[in-house]
């Protein structure tokens, strides 16, 4: 045998063997492709989901914000109606001590002017609830 053809059979052996690294590697590579394609669906399918999250995000802040806008108007009504019904209150309590005594303003009784404007406040207090 000569120094050729032992060469070319040493040859021969590392391209088979490079022919069989080669397949092994195609073999790998189409598994990272397929994967790689699951992975850009589930990608996709996150950023649809973001994108969901976000506009229902919005659509809550709005429904807050419009909710915080109402109960701030109840609030001050109820704050108004509270204070107004203070008054009223003191005012009676005056009018009460005022009846005990036997007192009267300007020759009428002093209950008839509460009285009425108590019924005055009915329908604004029913409203409240």
């Known amino acids: 045998m000569s120094l050729s053809v032992v060469v070319e059979l040493v040859l021969s052996v590392l391209l088979v063997l490079t022919l069989g690294y ?3 590697l195609e073999r790998r590579l189409s598994l990272l492709r397929k994967g790689q394609d699951a992975l850009k669906e589930t990608i996709a399918g ?3 989901a973001i994108a969901n999250a976000g506009v229902s995000m919005r659509m ?3 429904a807050a914000a419009g909710a915080s806008e109402q109960l701030e108007e109840k ?3 109820g704050r108004g109606l509270a204070d107004e019904l203070a008054m009223l209150a003191a005012s009676g309590e005056r009018i009460a001590e ?3 005594r036997g007192g ?3 020759g009428s009784p002093l209950s008839g002017a509460l009285a009425s404007r108590l019924d005055s406040l009915k ?3 029913r409203s409240i609830r």
Do not use: V, Y
């Open 123 to 125: 329908p604004r207090l």
């Open 75 to 77: 609030i001050a009504r």
């Open 104 to 106: 009267t303003k300007n």
């Open 46 to 48: 996150l950023n649809t």
């Open 22 to 24: 080669c397949a092994l």
């Open 98 to 100: 005022r009846i005990e």
């Open 60 to 62: 809550l802040k709005a």
